[in-house]
């Protein structure tokens, strides 16, 4: 009984605090509008209309140079309808109650759900509109004057504030250049996350330190609409809750690996027998039939009966003992590299889960996964590689330009007297030309050059080449 009474007293008195809480909020919200609306005059008014002005202390050209105004402008722009959002909604809430009054004082709400309203419907958006205000970068007037650019790139462009801690370059802590010999480290994202603010904001929604959602179909989304890099996250990556010890690696190059091992949450299958090329309802539409190791086993050592297919042993000894190390890319579940692996050159296989768990199986199988899209430059340097095979990736549906900038970059990795093997290319028979230039542009030698019929329309080109020493 006495525990009802103080807990209705309680309820009461909060209610009474809390109404003069709503009022230092509503203080502090009129506040921060009009700083807002302040900054709305400063980008808006002064630069874009009183450019005589700016003309007079710095010379025009200054000002602009090296800072986003539209992003400036869009940043304040949001705050202003974060804040006004808020603002009409405390409004209602305050003529509702108000309306209300007496049934509110007869109601029994508790402490806890004012205490959450002010949390979730007050608190949050006024502090992010607080950070997003607090973080607009205006250049500061010294490195205008010096022209260069102050400004850090994208910065402006989120809100949340962890992709703006992320993006936000770290300076070196003792105030000098690192061995890197740069003052600060810039954590790089693609580009094209601007263009998906929303994704990437649920992406980097998260409690630092806690357990990550289980979206690496969000991160790969956006990765391959050109969120590439991604940011980093602080969270925790969730696992199998059975993980089992892998095979021994002269067990697991031919084995399918365990299905306890990984989380099937985001896939059609649930384990590694579903993903057979005869199951329709498989999940994934490239490299049929590649989680089916009797068929793997069969590739690049056994004579197919097309001649496009050449065999593993007739390659490596264009160059005997010299094919060390590779790339193969693609898609697949890692055979090509597996057989490698036997004749002691150690590939690595570019994968996207698209659709199965390529990534893993690779893994699983004890070989190394990629994880690349087309986007990005290869991680490699200069005149590394021995050999790049490619297969099952590169066909004609790929822009010519973007095929070129490829394939200088492979060119790029691959050392002199490398390799690129070209394997089961395939285009329409009328684009055929334009796929052949870009592969002869280079002035390879050629090992092997095959082609072969597809379908009617269709055509099957495959190529060993090999890159001349470039003696300039
Ligand atoms: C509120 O009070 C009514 C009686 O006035 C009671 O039936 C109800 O369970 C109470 N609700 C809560 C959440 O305490
Ligand atoms: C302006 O830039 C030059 C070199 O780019 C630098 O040496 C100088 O310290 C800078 N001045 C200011 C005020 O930042
Ligand atoms: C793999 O190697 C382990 C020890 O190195 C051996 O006990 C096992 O029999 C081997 N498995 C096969 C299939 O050869
Ligand atoms: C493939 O065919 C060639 C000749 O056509 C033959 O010499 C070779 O032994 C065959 N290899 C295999 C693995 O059957
Ligand atoms: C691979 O290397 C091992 C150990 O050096 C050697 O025993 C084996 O014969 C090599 N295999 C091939 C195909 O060269
Ligand atoms: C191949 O190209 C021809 C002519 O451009 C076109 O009619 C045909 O539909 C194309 N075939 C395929 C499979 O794209």
């Known amino acids: 009984m006495q525990k009802k009474m103080r807990r209705s007293c309680f309820s009461r008195c909060g209610f009474a605090r809390i109404m003069g809480w709503l009022q230092t909020v509503l203080g502090i919200l009129v506040i921060v509008v009009s700083i807002s609306s302040l900054f709305r005059f400063y980008s808006a008014g002064f630069f874009a209309h009183n450019e005589d002005i700016c003309r007079h202390f710095y010379g025009i050209k200054d000002v602009y140079e ?12 949001e705050v202003i309808t974060m804040m006004e959002n808020l603002q009409e909604k405390l409004e209602m809430t305050l003529q509702q109650m108000e309306k209300n009054k007496e049934v509110l004082e007869k109601t029994n709400i508790t402490r806890l759900e004012y205490r959450k309203y002010l949390e979730v419907e007050v608190l949050k958006p006024l502090y992010s509109a607080h950070i997003a205000l607090r ?4 250049p500061k007037i010294d490195a205008i004057g010096n022209g260069t650019m102050k400004e850090e790139p994208l910065i402006n462009a989120f809100i949340t504030e962890e992709i703006r ?4 370059p770290k300076e070196n802590r003792i105030g000098k250049v690192n061995f890197y010999g740069t003052e600060k480290i810039y954590n790089t994202i693609g580009h094209a996350c601007v263009l998906m603010k929303n994704e990437l904001q649920e992406y980097m929604d998260y409690d630092i ?40 690696i002269n ?26 090329s005869r199951n ?22 056994t004579n197919s009966s097309l001649p496009v297919d050449f065999l593993i042993a007739d390659v490596l000894a264009m160059k005997p003992g010299q094919i060390r190390i590779g790339l193969d890319y693609g898609v697949g579940t890692g055979t090509f590299a597996a057989r490698m692996r036997e004749l002691n050159v150690t590939i690595v296989s570019t994968a996207l889960n698209l659709g199965a768990p390529f990534n893993e199986f690779i893994a699983l199988r004890g070989l190394i996964p990629l994880y ?13 590689l021995d050999l790049i095979h490619t297969t099952g990736f590169l066909d004609g549906w790929i822009d010519l ?19 690129l093997w070209i394997d089961r290319f395939f285009c329409n028979k009328s684009d055929l030309d334009d796929y052949m230039y870009m592969f002869l542009q280079f002035r390879y030698k050629k090992y092997k050059w095959v082609l072969a019929p597809k379908s009617k329309d269709e055509i099957y080109l495959s190529a060993v080449l090999e890159k001349p020493p470039r003696a300039i």
């Not at 090296?66 to 940043?75: A, E, H, P, Q, Y």
């Open 372 to 384: 690349a899209t087309l986007n990005q430059r290869l991680p490699f340097f200069d005149n590394t």
């Open 401 to 419: 330009l973007l095929m070129d900038f490829i394939l200088f970059d492979w060119d790029r990795i691959l050392r002199p007297g490398g390799l």
């Open 209 to 248: 330190g806690s357990y990550c959602k289980d979206d690496w179909n969000l991160a790969q989304k956006l990765m391959v609409h050109g969120c590439d890099p991604l940011p980093r996250r602080r969270c925790l990556t969730r696992a199998s809750k059975v993980y089992q010890k892998p095979y021994p």
């Open 135 to 138: 973080q607009v970068r205006l």
């Open 66 to 77: 090296g800072f986003d105004i539209r992003t400036l402008n869009d940043r304040v722009a």
């Open 165 to 168: 801690k992320y993006v936000t």
């Open 251 to 276: 067990e697991s190059l031919w084995k399918l690996p365990d299905d306890r091992n990984l989380r099937w949450g985001n896939y059609q299958c649930r384990n590694f027998g579903c993903l057979s």
């Open 280 to 301: 329709s309802k498989r999940g994934y539409t490239k490299c049929t039939g590649c989680f089916e190791m009797e068929k793997e086993k069969l590739k690049w050592v």
